[in-house]
């Protein structure tokens, strides 16, 4: 009798490994990113390949590259280099957010923006494009006020702001954060915003509404070195900060009293997690408009490829998010040539789907 | 060096949850906490374990005030096995008794021999690979346990260890529980302090070194179990007529209803 048990209990765990160990994947994600984004260089109205790309590269590396200024090198040291560096950092960015809040919530489908801070941004953007616009001509509002950054996201970034610290406010109270609350107060002040947003759209003549709907649909195409630079610096204070709490995020996991129970100062791990998701997606948004799910999809692919130990899950995400935002950047550059679709038309449609499939999977296996 | 609550009392939007409550578990012992549905026993693990702070009174650990200590070395010496788990991640089971090693600083390996050894402990290593989400309850509760087994593994240089469980034996079945029993006695012959709510009298009776009943927010008696268990308390607590015997092998109390 025994032996039965044990060979049935044998052949169960067996089935249920997980499909890529987390260093495997770590790895295949690191070597693919380099590779797609040399790939996106080429990619574009005007289609350069390989050769001419290495070659560019190569000459501009060498002493003498002044000399030589060809339309080639513009095009992508001017034009695609920031703008693919632009989608690696904002994938990384709203992709390792995502795992983040996942884990702070304590849900799987949660997502950076629940925080309130992308409904502040909009909000923050559409007054800017509405006032500013009518005070001071459509020309200052989008050309460089702030180290080469428009007016709308320095607006979008304070809408961010503000709408954060009111959701974290409402749910703080004397005992502490309740990230039940702050869900609510999230929702809360989405509808709030969108409310808002309806309202300025409403007051906008046609030209602002374009500016408006185009800055929602999330939009790459305005990268520059200045934002590569903003961007990159977040991105980095980001990934060398979320290794620290990683663990205290896994014990999280089972709740919050269970973490405080293994030596974890969970309210002092909330500020930090929030404050750090805060100013990412913030910048994030200021600088690339809403790129959505890409913080909602990719934690949770990462999730279901190699386990929810954030230890593994936060670089893995940032890796894949990167190379999701690049690849749909790409796309965006040539599915409707001559012109460009905004990038966030893209990582929805690729998103979405995909992200239908996966909760089938999920209610068949329940 | 004891976890002793002195003359605790907790107040909570207009109800008293708990009146003036003294009670210590002493390392080495069983302490075990009954009493009917809604009298107190869950509110005072959560004010002995820190989670809330009492109103009235003083919750003393290791010759200071609870909350005096550092919440790292805290969690070296206190662990606490809630009755119902949140998780809903697909951890498995070796990840999540890893998890109980986070307060410690011994390294993978030492770690990862302990996460084997603790679930070996309690009949769960056939579980080390599995996803923690498709479990059953009993399965859930035994690597919840071998996980609160991993937190206190080794001594601590700093204080007598305690372990607190909130009815850690409501989803096992007979093997289980005993398995569960046998545990806990082994860790109190170690040093460990233990807690434990209990619903089964006879199991308390069994396992336990100190009894303390609770009753309508406040302790009806305590003591070792053959002081405390009467027909009279029983019937004046619980409500339910019964008779005490004694069981034939360990000469306990054995409750007949």
Known sequence: MPTTRESWRAKEWTSSLRRIRSPWLLAIL?????????????????????????HAMAVSLSADSQAVTSQTQVILFDIRLPRVLLAMFVGSVLASTGAVMQGLFRNPLADPSLIGVSGGASVGASLVIVFATGLFGSSVVESGVLMGLS??????????????????????????????????????????????????????????????????????????????????????????????????????????????????DVQQVKRRLIVLTALGVGVSVALAGMVGFVGLVIPHVVRLLIGPDHRWLIPCSALAGAILLVIAD????????????????????????????????????? | MTLAAHNISLHLSGFDLLRNVSMQVQPGAVTAIVGPNGAGKSSLLRVLTGEMAPTAGEVIFNQRPLNDWPVQLKAQMLAVLPQHSLLNFPFTANEVVGLGRIPHQTGTNRDAEIIADALKLVDAQYLQRRFYTQMSGGEKQRVQLARVLAQIWLPCEHGEQFLVLDEPTSAFDLAHQQLTLDIVRQLASRGVGVVMVVHDLNLAARCADNLVVFNGGEVAAQGSPEQVLTEQLIDQVFGVKVTIARHPATNKPLIIS
């Open chain 1, 330 to 366: 790409s796309l965006a550059r040539v599915v409707v040539l001559p012109a460009e679709l905004p990038t966030g038309i893209l990582t929805a449609l690729l998103g979405a789907p995909f992200f239908i499939v996966l909760l089938l999977q999920q209610r068949r296996e329940v």
């Open chain 1, 151 to 264: 007016l709308v996201a320095a607006g979008a970034f304070l809408g961010g702001f503000v709408a954060t610290i009111l959701v974290y406010r409402l749910a703080t109270s004397g005992i502490g954060t309740s990230v039940t609350t702050m869900l609510l107060a999230g929702i809360a002040i989405g509808a709030l915003a969108g409310a808002l947003n309806s309202l300025l759209s409403y007051f906008a003549d046609n030209d602002m509404l374009r500016q408006i709907s185009l800055w929602q649909m999330g939009n790459l195409s305005a990268a520059s070195w200045s934002k590569v630079f903003i961007m990159a610096l977040v991105s980095l204070i980001l990934l060398l900060r979320f290794p620290a709490d990683s663990a205290a995020l896994n014990a999280l996991l089972l709740g919050e009293s269970e973490a405080r129970h293994l030596g974890i």
């Open chain 1, 30 to 54: 690191a070597l693919l990113l380099p590779a797609v984004a040399l790939f996106s260089m080429t990619v574009g109205t005007v289609s350069i390949s390989f050769v001419d790309a290495w």
